[in-house]
């Protein structure tokens, strides 16, 4: 697969940030001793270096973080998958969508995570590689990640499950906490709230790499907005997320794969 783009910008990036801490264009000018003006700019993708490092400042950003993604500098390393997953980017409105499976090859016993917006890939894979899908994982319940469940569970006949905070119908609820085996690969769960009411991190075990599939949670150099709240968003992936080893292949809903050390090191949510 060609290296998928960063999903945001430092403009992005910088109103996640404003919102999640409550600033206004007019607050975020006055807080930063700017005009509203020059800030909305910054908001509209004006790439004013010394603003942006002032604004994240004040949002508590890394500054040099953020600067570097505006340089275009910060680069995620391309990131080699194990053998036993794929990973499937479909197209939303002027984005995608990522969803991956993993399987076990001895047994053939093989789960989805998230369905993304078209799932004949997964499909695919399945008849390719001979695997029989026993479970569906849902990272949470926004609709570019979930769109084909319907269509998956009705062609595979695989039970889905999606974190008890965050039920929608389709699905059996299960609390955080809860662990999944599929042939020999181990699966536990993690709770990333704050993105959404019942966000689940998965973290798969027994492949070649330790996965974790983080949904919106974390992207390689953002992270989605914390839009059921910003703080719990910022910890539950600083407890949940980047307290993994550092070699663990986090997968992203959006944007390019990345490693829970380079994040540790590039992210500008995590200074
Ligand atoms: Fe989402």
């Known amino acids: 697969m060609k290296q998928i783009p960063l999903e945001d910008t430092f403009a992005d990036i910088i109103g996640k940030a404003a919102r999640g801490r409550g600033y206004d264009p007019v607050a975020l000018a006055a807080a930063a001793g700017n005009t509203e003006a020059a800030v909305r700019e910054v908001l509209s993708g004006k790439a004013d270096l010394a603003l942006i490092a002032e604004l994240a400042e004040k949002l508590s950003l890394s500054p040099e973080r953020v600067v570097s993604i505006a340089k275009g500098e910060y680069k995620p390393a391309a990131v080699e998958l194990p053998a036993g997953v794929a990973h499937y980017n479909t197209p939303f409105d002027d984005m995608t969508v990522n969803s991956f499976l993993a399987w076990d090859a001895e047994s053939k016993k093989a789960v989805a995570f998230d369905t993304g917006t078209d799932c004949d890939g997964v499909l695919e894979t399945l008849a390719k590689e001979g695997l029989t899908l026993e479970v569906i994982l849902l990272t949470h319940s926004h609709g570019d990640h979930i769109i084909e469940l319907d269509r998956l569970v009705e062609k595979t006949k695989a039970p889905a499950w999606i974190g008890e905070k965050e039920p929608i119908e389709g699905a059996q609820t299960f609390a955080v906490g809860k662990t999944f085996e599929v042939g ?88």
Request: aromatic letters at 6%; hydrophobic letters at 35%.
């Open 184 to 271: 020999k690969l181990k699966i536990s769960t993690r709770s990333t709230w704050g993105h959404s009411p019942g966000g689940v991190t998965y973290v798969v075990e027994g492949l070649a790499s330790r996965l974790a599939i983080v949904g919106d949670a974390i992207f390689a150099g953002s992270m989605g907005g914390g839009n059921v709240s910003y703080p719990s968003a910022l910890s539950t992936n600083r407890e949940n997320i980047l307290t993994l080893p550092d070699d663990t292949i986090i997968c992203p809903g959006h944007g390019p794969l990345t490693t829970v050390g380079e994040q540790k090191a590039a992210n500008p949510f995590f200074p």
